[in-house]
């Protein structure tokens, strides 16, 4: 995954313009996850999401979650895909956004990481060498008797 942030400022607002880009085998992970899997809410940062979202998925959206409605910006992991525009007054509020948004897909890649290893495959992992896969083992076929 690749994480594409744009910054810049309009006269005394702050803008962060964010985009996360998937390789093949992670967007067919993400394909799997279902839409109302939030990948990270931000609250009471100072800032806006200020994303042009038109059309019947922001009216069934805000429908079904009305909390959707408030000032929080909401990110899913299909969400991002599209990418997000945040607005702030203060820089201090704009860079704990971006701060959390990292965050936020540092840990839905290794949930994608994570969700690609349940494949049946067995590892033996030494912790001591901060996690080596030292050996893999695949379960046999199974067999129509």
Known sequence: MQLKLKRSQQGRKFLLEVRAEFT?????????????????????????????RSGLFKAAVTGFFPELKSDAIYISAKSIQRGHVIEADYLE?????????????????????????????????????????????????????
């Open 24 to 52: 093949p085998e992670e967007q067919t992970r993400v394909a799997e996850i279902p839409y109302y899997d939030i990948l990270h809410v931000v609250r009471d940062a100072g800032a806006r999401d200020v994303t042009k």
């Open 93 to 145: 509020a704009i860079t704990e956004v971006e701060s959390k948004i990292r965050n936020g897909c540092k840990t839905l890649q290794t949930h994608l990481d994570v969700r690609g290893s349940f494949t049946g495959e067995e590892q033996v992992i030494d912790l001591a060498e901060e996690g080596r896969v030292v050996a893999r083992a695949v379960p046999p076929p199974e067999r129509d008797d």
